[in-house]
């Protein structure tokens, strides 16, 4: 059982910057592919960013490549998402998504992850 816990969110103008935080329990963390995904209001949720266990790979969306960067201290069992250039179309609630694996790599799937965080706000203003 894995519970996690964001940090971070917030209103910010557009063009500003906004640092995630995701504290991660037990002391399997680093079996833990990470994810951040978002879910606008009104639409489907979404991923943002993903990292592998061991934090070597990582997977962004299109619509963040460049803007976002995922990054993760498995000493610390927590997992960030620093946001650089944040626009309005970035607004939603974010979410931190833990996915046991085997495989040295980052997962994209929602369907892969089994463990998700409550949710942090993340409004960006014009």
């Known amino acids: 059982q894995v519970q996690l816990v964001e940090s971070g969110g917030g209103l910010v103008q557009a063009g500003g910057s906004l640092r995630l935080s995701c504290a991660a329990s037990g002391r399997t963390f680093s079996s833990y592919a990470m994810g951040w995904f978002r879910q606008a209001l009104g639409k489907e949720r979404e991923i943002v960013a993903s990292?592998?266990?061991?934090?070597?790979?990582?997977y962004y969306a299109d619509s963040v490549k460049g803007r976002f960067t995922i990054s993760r201290d498995n000493a610390k069992n927590t997992v960030y998402l620093q946001m650089n250039s944040l626009q309005p179309q970035d607004t939603a609630v974010y979410y931190c998504?833990?996915?046991?694996?085997?495989?040295?790599?980052?997962?994209?799937?929602?369907?892969?992850?089994?463990?998700w965080g409550q949710g942090t706000q993340v409004t960006v203003s014009s």
């Open positions: 998504a833990a996915g046991g694996t085997v495989w040295p790599r980052p997962l994209t799937r929602r369907y892969e992850y089994e463990y």
């Open positions: 990292i592998s266990r061991n934090g070597g790979s990582t």
